[in-house]
């Protein structure tokens, strides 16, 4: 059980099959729910900008050295999912990847870093380049790093 989990309740995403996604993932360690459609996923743990709740999604990732890649695609939608606007106000995040449980602190990757990692991305899962598309904003790379 991480720090957060001790000490305050996490809630999962309201979207049911994430939700019955994150309950096999934490139940199993990752061995059901560590990969999504043959991609490797995690679980991101954010503190809600307006509520102050702890928030856990399940979310497909890539890596960058030491560092854990994600994608605020919102499948291709107009507006930045929740998750991303909850770490852009507080970066202090918590992933689980499998059983190992990371502190770590949240950005988004900018200029000649975003272009090296946007096809780091697209590799893992080639539909965020419909989904970039798809949409008028500029879909964010977020960086990991460890504490």
Known sequence: MTTHEQRET????????????IR??????GADGGTF???????????GRRSG??????LMYGR???NYLLVASNGGAAKHPAWYLNLSADPAVEIQ??????TGQARTAT????????????????TYARYAKETDREIPVVVIERD
């Open 64 to 66: 960058d050295g030491d």
């Open 24 to 29: 096999r993932y934490v139940r199993t360690d």
């Open 111 to 126: 200029g000649e870093e975003r272009v090296r990692l946007w096809p780091v991305m697209t590799k893992v899962f080639p």
């Open 37 to 47: 459609h043959g991609v490797p996923s995690l679980l991101l743990i954010t503190r």
């Open 53 to 58: 709740q702890l928030r856990r999604t399940a």
């Open 97 to 102: 990847v499998g059983a190992e449980r990371i």
């Open 10 to 21: 996490v809630e999962d995403s309201p979207v049911g099959w994430v939700a019955s996604h």
